[in-house]
């Protein structure tokens, strides 16, 4: 069964859709309100035949949360189940009133980044517009039934895989998500982090207003390709360019993204590196302490190694700020997503 996921389709999709099946455009903002909010208020305004109709065309199931787990601090990791049993983590870090919702573009990925957990179990397949939004959907319900007075969350894309080697479904799922129609989610409240892959890059111009990050990891090319393999064909320089356009273009700060590893890029050599790479730019240098998991080759320096090299970067005037890290302890902060299914069958989630 390949048929179009209902929650892959924008506003002006869905009046093309009734107007197609010769339904009053009115009755619309009750079907989606139905349809995205849980209610049940479309029955009075919508009849029994058309429901029948928009089955036979859409796919109307949702993603399934197969195990949730929480962390002591609170944040919440979801393994979420598609309907060829193909699973994806969802991290949710509650923020006061707020949430931020990590959300998977990938099963796996292709990137084979040495320091990240996900990469080591490659790509296995793209997620659709549809999954991508199903993920929102099924976390956020889950969340707002615990929280009910929640605002709206700010999402990532930063959990497994990489959104711009999918670019076309994650394009689509970002304007379903900002659709005032439907989620309403802000540009601005959304972040979508690269590892630097070019043809994605270069193709920002009629993408949404949303935040962009770069994972940077070192400001040296010889060294980042031993940490993002993929520097050996789309080279930093040329992302440092395509990102140079796009802020033109956009005028939006860019975050520069760099984990802090033991005894690797944490050197006053690095602290000069970055401010001749960042120094002149629009830019916001995010650190991010190195989360170790098991059979990881690196370690996470400690906290007054982390505090030396801030200090450092913020005597060069570059825009600092170190990543809190959550979720560590079940294996949800960043770099730790692999859908683990040893750890499932000895009961861990
Ligand atoms: N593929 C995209 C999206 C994933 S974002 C990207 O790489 O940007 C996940 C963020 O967590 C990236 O900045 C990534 O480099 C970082 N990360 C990966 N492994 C990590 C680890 N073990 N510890 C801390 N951060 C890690």
């Known amino acids: 069964m390949n048929m179009i996921s209902a929650y892959s389709l924008t506003h002006q999709n869905w009046k093309d859709l009734f107007s197609s099946c010769g339904v009053s455009q009115h009755v619309l903002p009750f079907w989606l309100k139905g349809l995205y909010k849980d209610s049940r208020i479309w029955e009075r305004h919508i009849s029994k035949e058309l429901v029948t109709d928009l089955n036979a065309q859409l796919d109307f199931t949702?993603?399934?949360?197969?195990?949730?787990?929480?962390?002591?601090?609170?944040?919440?990791?979801?393994?979420?189940?598609?309907?060829?049993?193909?699973?994806?983590?969802?991290?949710?870090?509650?923020?006061?009133?707020?949430?931020?919702?990590?959300?998977?573009?990938?099963?796996?990925?292709?990137?084979?980044?040495?320091?990240?957990?996900?990469?080591?179990?490659g790509l296995k397949r793209n997620l659709s517009a549809g999954e991508i939004v199903g993920q929102y959907i099924v976390a956020t319900k889950w969340?707002?039934?615990?929280?009910?007075?929640?605002?709206?969350p700010n999402i990532v894309f930063m959990g497994q895989g990489e959104p711009l080697h999918n670019l076309n479904e994650v394009k689509k799922a970002i304007e379903v998500l900002n659709d005032t129609q439907i989620l309403d989610i802000g540009q601005r409240q959304m972040t979508l982090s690269t590892v630097g892959y070019l043809p994605g890059l270069k193709k920002l111009a009629d993408f949404p207003?949303?935040?962009?990050?770069?994972?940077?990891?070192?400001?040296?090319?010889?060294?980042?390709?031993?940490?993002?393999?993929i520097t050996e064909k789309y080279p930093l320089r040329d992302v440092m360019e395509a990102f140079d356009e796009h802020q033109a273009r956009r005028k939006q700060i860019i975050t520069f993204e760099y984990l802090l590893i033991k005894n690797l890029n944490m050197t006053d050599a690095h602290v000069q590196g970055l401010s001749e790479l960042l120094?002149?730019?629009?830019?916001?240098?995010?650190?991010?302490?190195?989360?170790?998991?098991?059979?990881?080759e690196w370690e996470r320096p400690d906290e007054s190694a982390i505090e030396n090299f801030k200090a450092k970067c913020v005597e060069k005037k570059l825009r600092v700020m170190v990543r809190t890290t959550k979720g560590s302890d079940i294996l949800a902060a960043c770099g730790q997503l692999k859908v683990n299914k040893l750890a499932r069958n000895n009961g861990v989630h």
């Open 62 to 121: 949702l993603p399934e949360i197969s195990s949730a787990q929480i962390s002591q601090d609170g944040t919440a990791k979801f393994l979420i189940r598609f309907r060829d049993q193909l699973e994806v983590e969802t991290v949710l870090i509650p923020f006061h009133k707020r949430f931020t919702i990590c959300l998977s573009t990938q099963v796996g990925c292709g990137m084979n980044c040495s320091f990240c957990y996900t990469g080591t179990q």
């Open 279 to 296: 120094g002149h730019r629009q830019a916001i240098l995010n650190l991010i302490p190195f989360n170790p998991f098991p059979g990881s």
């Open 209 to 229: 207003k949303i935040n962009f990050a770069l994972s940077l990891h070192s400001p040296f090319e010889e060294e980042r390709k031993k940490l993002i393999p």
């Open 143 to 152: 969340f707002k039934e615990k929280n009910p007075e929640a605002l709206n």
